[in-house]
T-cell receptor
Framework: GAVVSQHPSRVICKSGTSVKIECRSLDFQATTMFWYRQFPKQSLMLMATSNEGSKATYEQGVEKDKFLINHASLTLSTLTVTSAHPEDSSFYIC???????????FGEGSWLTVV | QQQVKQSPQSLIVQKGGISIINCAYENTAFDYFPWYQQFPGKGPALLIAIRPDVSEKKEGRFTISFNKSAKQFSLHIMDSQPGDSATYFCAASTGGGNKLTFGTGTQLKVEL
């Protein structure tokens, strides 16, 4: 299947700093990417939908100024957690839609720990 | 309603047995139903998916059964193996790869 890569896989940052997570579709162009957050033993919670060349669409309750999403190219979307706090510590997962179809592939996820 | 209800929450199956996970949805606009497998600390991996125009799809040991009138779909894992031990999520979306609505997940353990 198609490959979606996330980087970094693990990151530790200090409270108050910002951290960027990258999501790349390696072998296909993705006009739409999605960002999820997952707490231990829970389901995936959609944070936002990222469309190439336009502003992201955030889900209700997600702070757009805190979770900045940029989708500058057809293969790259970034999530920047600004002014991170310990409660932002979580597993962040991106996914990308392959072409115009339904198939959505997920990245390996990024563990963020804010200390 | 955008919910997708998934059961059971956890499941223990003996090696060689059949694992069955069920999902139900309410939104009749859903037209794409994938199943994902997730190992601890990893992202979900697409297992198999179905559209509502068919009632069953089989890929290897994995089968999706779909009942449009009941708005239910299920995943069957035949000849379950210890390596199948993982969390399984059903999901649904509308029209052309829009955002997925996930079920709550089923933690499967296959014992020897």
């Amino acid at each position: 299947g198609a490959v979606v890569s996330q980087h970094p896989s693990r990151v530790i940052c200090k409270s108050g700093t910002s951290v960027k997570i990258e999501c790349r579709s390696l072998d296909f162009q993705a006009t739409t990417m999605f960002w999820y957050r997952q707490f231990p033993k829970q389901s995936l919670m959609l944070m936002a939908t990222s469309n190439e060349g336009s502003k992201a669409t955030y889900e209700q309750g997600v702070e757009k100024d805190k979770f900045l999403i940029n989708h500058a190219s057809l293969t790259l979307s970034t999530l920047t957690v600004t002014s991170a706090h310990p409660e932002d510590s979580s597993f962040y997962i991106c996914s990308a839609r392959q072409g115009a179809g339904n198939t959505i592939y997920f990245g390996e996820g990024s563990w963020l720990t804010v200390v | 309603q955008q919910q997708v209800k998934q059961s059971p929450q956890s499941l223990i199956v003996q090696k060689g047995g059949i694992s069955i996970i069920n999902c139900a949805y309410e939104n009749t606009a859903f037209d794409y139903f994938p199943w994902y497998q997730q190992f601890p600390g990893k992202g979900p991996a697409l297992l198999i998916a179905i559209r509502p125009d068919v009632s069953e799809k089989k890929e290897g040991r994995f089968t999706i059964s779909f009942n449009k009138s009941a708005k239910q779909f299920s995943l069957h894992i035949m000849d379950s193996q210890p390596g199948d031990s993982a969390t399984y999520f059903c999901a649904a979306s509308t029209g052309g790869g829009n955002k997925l609505t996930f079920g709550t997940g089923t933690q499967l353990k296959v014992e020897l």
